[in-house]
């Protein structure tokens, strides 16, 4: 990351909601469900595929997680009624996963009902390392208990997820692969940019060796391409894996992936509390300064 970068990273928290909020615009749906619809629609209507995401973080209470289980419904039926090409992403914390792992389960359960009895399929992100063990249990059980519907996230920076992948594959798990988001301990993660994207295509290599469905989730270059050679080396047709990218980023990269005949899937998020999630996609970006310092001055 450049310097200039870094020094605005660090001022965030002083800098304006109103101006994150302006440059953090393209990565986010909008505040409600009807705009996350909307944009679903028109990446349909483009040839690509969508996972729908209630943003929210830091849930405090037991009322809460119910909100968001309550919340979390009506996209399910939305998907539904009209006839939209998406599943949906859920966070195990935003539905108790820290509070109780028992509420969430059940919080779970539910949201997964309703999407079984309408054919799609939920998706359970993955957070910081200390949820790890209790989303792949919550995942376990519910599979124990019937839910084909549903999918865990692997995040290829941590040490322990060739150990995962290799378990999750002969359990017949649909994966999506990652480099990982939060900041984890050298202890546990790889570091490193090379690190990362070796064991990426690591654990690629594995699932798709054992004829796992994957959602090969990254905007690198160096990890598109190379999964692209694999894709070719195994012969794969494009009903067995999917391409899967954010709102907002490297959208080019995007349509020419569409366009080579591949699978797409967005990451559609929505809702009121953006900013968590904004500032996330921000710090991930290269031109984040410049933006920020634009959207500052110029009005
Ligand atoms: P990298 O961050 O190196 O980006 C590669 C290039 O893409 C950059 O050089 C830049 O050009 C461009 N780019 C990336 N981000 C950008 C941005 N915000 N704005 C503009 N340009 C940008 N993580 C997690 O821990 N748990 C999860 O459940 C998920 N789920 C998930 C779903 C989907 C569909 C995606 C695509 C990603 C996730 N992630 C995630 C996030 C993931 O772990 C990772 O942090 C980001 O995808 C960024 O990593 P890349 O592989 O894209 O590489």
Not at 43 to 61: F, K, Q, V, W, Y
Not at 154 to 177: F, T
Not at 230 to 257: H, N, S, T
């Amino acid at each position: 990351m450049s310097l200039f970068n870094q020094l605005v990273v660090t001022a965030m928290p002083f800098i304006p909601k109103a101006i994150v909020g302006r440059v953090a615009r393209r990565y986010i749906a909008g505040s409600e469900l009807a705009d996350g619809v909307g944009v679903v629609a028109a990446l349909n209507m483009s040839g690509m595929m969508a996972t729908m995401d209630l943003l929210g973080e830091d849930i405090a209470t037991v009322a809460e997680t119910h909100q968001v289980r309550d919340n979390i419904l009506p996209i399910l039926r939305a998907i539904d009624q009209q006839r939209l090409n998406s599943n949906v992403s859920v966070k195990p914390t935003q539905l108790g996963l820290n509070l109780d792992p028992e509420l969430c389960y059940k919080n779970v359960r539910a949201i997964l009902d309703q999407a079984r009895d309408l054919g799609n399929f939920v998706r359970i992100d993955m957070e910081d390392a200390l949820t790890t063990d209790a989303t792949l249990a919550l995942y376990r059980r519910l599979r124990a208990d019937g839910y084909t519907n549903t999918g865990v996230v692997i995040q290829a920076y941590l040490h322990r997820s060739e150990s995962d992948v290799r378990s999750l594959v002969k359990e017949g798990a649909n994966i999506r692969l990652c480099k990982g988001i939060y900041n984890e301990s050298p202890s546990i993660a790889f570091k490193g940019r090379e690190e990362i994207r070796n064991n990426f295509m690591k654990l690629l290599t594995i699932i798709l060796e054992a004829g796992t469905y994957v959602g090969i989730a990254t905007h690198d270059d160096v990890l598109i391409d190379g999964s692209l050679g694999l894709v070719r080396k195994f012969g794969l047709k494009p009903a067995q894996y999917e391409f899967q990218m954010l709102l907002g980023v490297r959208e080019a990269r995007r349509d020419q992936i569409v366009r080579d005949g591949h699978r797409l899937r967005v990451y559609v998020p929505y809702g009121e509390q953006w900013y968590a999630y904004s500032t996330r996609r921000l710090k991930e970006n290269p031109h984040m300064a410049w933006y920020i310092t634009k959207a500052i001055f110029v009005r």
